[in-house]
């Protein structure tokens, strides 16, 4: 009989422990981590971490009270690769409201229904977090080391929405702990955002801008004291969905689609009286190549001319500055290279489907890692779609797979060798 041998890989792939793997996961769920209370998760990261066969594990504060945790593992030589994560959540107060009175009540259980765990940050992103640490595990369960050096940050204040979070300062603070220099970037990188297991090399960019009229309050018996900022808003609102036509019409992008602008709130009216200010704020979609201060400089613009026509003064506040000070920038980097080659033939070893590549509906901490010289995608179980939503869950069979195609991965790209305690399987 043919006696055949599975590469290391497949070996590595293969010796990811499933129940570990979920019962990690579980553990991590039940540790709250909104933003900004990541330090007890923190903690079991670390911990997570140190019983696995890194050369290095550190606990490092971004700021006071908000740590990152870094590991190192491998040697130097042979490709290099940093796997990435955010160890905080959203906030968890639609969950309690949508699940009240039911099993899925509490929002930190982490209940498995039809082969699912629910729980709030499942997906968004501790499933991510799991996969990174056991694919690593694997590798020494299979009686193999690193060749080239593997990075694994895990950091902070990723999400926003809370008061005073979502600046990034986790992976702001991490790219200048450790890749301050043009010689210290990795070759590839994988944020473990979801995907549904499939490959994003491209993600859209941002610009959030809240935009304050300011005109001048009178009573309503003698309104032509006053200068009504809610008539100017509603001109500014009109300029605005034109400028979004504008942008719409725009060639889009093959993965992300067109660009829009959207306003998502709008606030003014007095007591009884000419109303003197008026208020709004909105998101901007950038794609690859857009240019945020030219972007930024448009909106600007646009707010300048309804203040002249409508004699009120004009503030643009740009209020979620992460990798620019005005927001967000898109990225991509190019399918043909090899670090996206090498995942998507892991993902075709495990899976025995074909590899999809697409487009990143979300911004996250990416082009942070770019800025730095290091190329890279997202990948990892669960659906974005049901994030910060009190439906966010992952389906246990992703999870299993995208741990194994990690894990496949790393051994792939990196290089392994033998470590002395264990040997290579075979199948007959």
């Known amino acids: 009989m043919r006696t055949m041998v599975r590469s290391p890989a497949e070996v590595i792939a293969a010796a990811v422990d499933e129940e570990k793997l979920v019962g990690s996961v579980l553990e991590s769920v039940r540790i709250p981590s909104v933003t900004p209370h990541e330090t007890a998760f923190a903690g079991w990261v670390r911990d997570q971490l140190g019983d696995g066969p890194w050369n290095s594990v550190r606990l490092v504060e971004a700021e006071p009270g908000r740590p990152n945790v870094y590991a190192e593992a491998g040697r130097a030589g042979g490709r290099s690769l940093v796997l990435a994560g955010h160890l905080d959540t959203v906030h968890a107060d639609d969950w309690v409201r949508e699940w009240s009175g039911t099993n899925r009540a509490d929002p930190f259980s982490g209940t498995i229904v039809d082969g699912e765990i629910w729980a709030r940050g499942v997906t968004d992103q501790k ?71 499939a490959v994003y090399t491209a993600q859209m960019g941002f610009l959030i801008a809240d935009i304050t009229l300011a005109g001048r309050s009178a009573y309503f018996g003698t309104p032509e004291l006053g200068v009504d900022a809610l008539r100017a808003g509603h001109a500014l609102l009109s300029e605005l969905w034109d400028h979004d036509e504008a942008l719409r019409d725009e060639p889009g992008h093959d993965l992300l689609g067109g660009r829009f602008l959207l306003v998502t709130s709008v606030e003014s009216g007095g007591n009884i009286a000419v109303p003197g200010d008026f208020r709004l704020s909105l998101i901007q979609k950038l794609l690859p190549g857009d240019d945020l201060d030219r972007q930024a400089d448009a909106l600007r613009d646009v707010a300048a001319k309804v203040a002249d026509d409508h004699g009120v003064s004009a503030q643009v506040v740009f209020s979620a500055p992460r990798d620019h000070r005005v927001g967000g920038t898109p990225d991509e980097v190019p399918a043909d290279h090899p670090g996206v080659r090498a995942l998507m033939e892991s993902i075709e070893h495990i899976t025995g489907r074909r590899a999809r590549i697409e487009g990143a509906p979300y911004w996250s901490e990416k082009p942070l890692l770019r800025a730095a010289g290091i190329p890279g995608v997202y990948f990892a179980p669960g659906d974005i779609a049901t994030c910060h939503t009190p439906f966010e869950r992952l389906p246990i069979q992703e999870l299993i797979s995208a741990t194994r195609t990690l894990a496949h991965f790393v051994a792939s790209w990196c290089g392994v060798e033998q470590a002395g305690r264990g040997r290579p399987e075979e199948e007959q």
């Not at 996969?131 to 690193?146: H, K, P």
């Open 127 to 197: 499933a991510g977090v799991c996969s990174i640490i056991e694919a690593v595990r694997a590798v020494d369960r299979a009686g193999y080391r690193l060749a080239g050096p593997l990075t694994a940050l895990l950091v902070c204040d990723e999400e926003s929405g809370q008061p005073g979070s979502g600046l990034s300062i986790g992976m702001r603070a991490a790219v200048s702990h450790l890749f301050d220099g043009p010689d210290q970037a990795p070759d590839f990188a994988i944020y473990t955002e979801p995907t549904t297991g």
